[in-house]
């Protein structure tokens, strides 16, 4: 029988030991005893189901974690990394190799950007970067040698949306894969596996976990392709997530929807009170009418999101005494928390781009991003108000 995604979320991939424990239980061992040498020779020439033989390799509370997260997407499978970053790492590099060419969204994450202007260029992969928005650029930049397209499917931090329906059909049209970091869209919302992609990476340091506890990531596809392709690379290079990590995701899952609901009705009523505030060049959320894809994303998430970014008049002087001025919002890099965070990308999570780039990406100094909690709307309100007075 079908099950909802709150149910799942709950229940979803939980395996119980023989002591039928409510919680799922932290197998916290680096390796696994065999009966035998004969059974230990045949794990290792083929791991049945429910058999370990290694945690870098797997593990069972990483096993259910794994489970759940398919689950809650709609994927076949998924492999849990030690963070968000060695998801999106993985993802690419055990696809690809020397000659091959790869199609990305120029608006990234500093550390993805490195991955594919620094890390993928060095060991001899062709990038072409696009303004992500323009199905004409996906269009005359994808070519019949192209491997994979890469994107995020909202922009981190000026939440622009990429139609993952159109690139995809672009992309395979070309039989080019297409790999995308849905954080900011939530496994909630998602639909990015239905809508055509082919790989899903998250960050679980984000929404999943939810409380500042613990790194984590995962990538999420087709299970000939996860344990195929993906697997090998990650098991012997090392990006396997921790079973303690995995068990503080798997609690983290079991109230997702709630927090990030909640989180998502809270930052409706923030962009509602702060549009049109004088001290603002703009209010971004993709939530709000006035965002240029709010079509976008009511059509491809139903809703607009856990985050705000808010463009400052005055500059970098003007965000600073903003920042400074908050008293219940806290000042971190972190995003997707029960916390209300606000941070500067341009002087943290964006510095290594240069002047130009930011520019380019509509990264002004005047520019903060935040990440809306699960606080009483309204005193995140007053403290907004508050600080853009300071201002």
């Not at 997260?69 to 963070?83: I, N, R, T, V, W």
């Not at 993985?90 to 690809?96: D, F, K």
């Not at 994808?142 to 939440?159: C, G």
Request: proline share 4%.
């Amino acid at each position: 029988m079908a099950r909802g995604k709150q149910t799942e979320l709950v229940h979803g991939g939980t395996k119980r030991s023989q002591w039928g424990e409510v919680s799922e239980a932290i197998f916290l061992t680096q390796g696994f005893v065999y009966d035998s040498a004969e059974a230990a020779e045949a794990r290792f020439k083929k791991t049945g189901p429910d058999e370990f033989i290694y945690a870098r390799y797997g593990n069972p509370t990483v096993a259910m974690f794994e489970e759940r997260m398919a689950l809650l997407e709609g994927a076949e499978d998924g492999f849990a990394c030690a963070s968000g970053m060695a998801a999106v790492n993985g993802a690419l590099c055990s696809m690809l190799k020397a000659g091959d060419h790869v199609v990305s969204a120029r608006a990234l994450f500093g550390s993805c950007l490195y991955i594919l202007e620094e890390v993928l260029t060095r060991y001899g992969v062709e990038v072409t970067f696009v303004d992500g928005e323009d199905m004409g650029a996906w269009e005359a930049a994808i070519r019949p040698d192209t491997k994979a397209v890469f994107f995020e499917s909202m922009s981190n931090p000026t939440l622009r949306l990429v139609d993952i329906s159109a690139v995809a059909r672009l992309a395979h049209a070309q039989g080019a894969l297409v790999v995308v970091d849905n954080v900011f869209s939530t496994p909630v919302y998602s639909k990015a596996l239905e809508q055509g992609a082919d790989l899903v990476v998250y960050s679980t340091t984000k929404h999943v976990d939810g409380q500042g506890r613990c790194l984590g990531g995962i990538i999420l596809g087709a299970r000939e392709h996860i344990r195929g392709v993906v697997e090998p690379y990650m098991k012997h290079t090392g990006g396997s997530m921790s079973p303690f990590n995995a068990w503080v995701m798997l609690k983290g899952l079991e109230t997702l929807g709630l927090r990030v609901r909640a989180q998502t009705e809270g930052a409706v009523r923030i962009a509602e009170a702060l549009q049109g505030h004088p001290k603002l060049a703009q209010m971004i959320y993709p939530g709000y009418p006035g965002h240029p894809d709010h079509a976008l994303a009511q059509a491809q998430l139903g809703a607009g999101g856990t985050m705000i970014s808010l463009d400052l008049k005055g500059g970098k002087e003007a965000a600073f005494r903003f920042l400074d001025a908050l008293e219940v919002v806290i000042i971190s890099n972190n995003l997707g928390d029960a916390k209300s965070i606000v941070t500067h990308p341009g002087t943290t999570t964006h510095s290594r781009l240069t002047p130009e780039q930011r520019e380019q990406l509509g990264i002004s100094e005047g520019l903060v991003r935040l990440s809306v909690g699960i606080e009483d709307p309204a005193d995140l309100i007053a403290d907004l108000m508050g600080a853009l007075e300071a201002v």
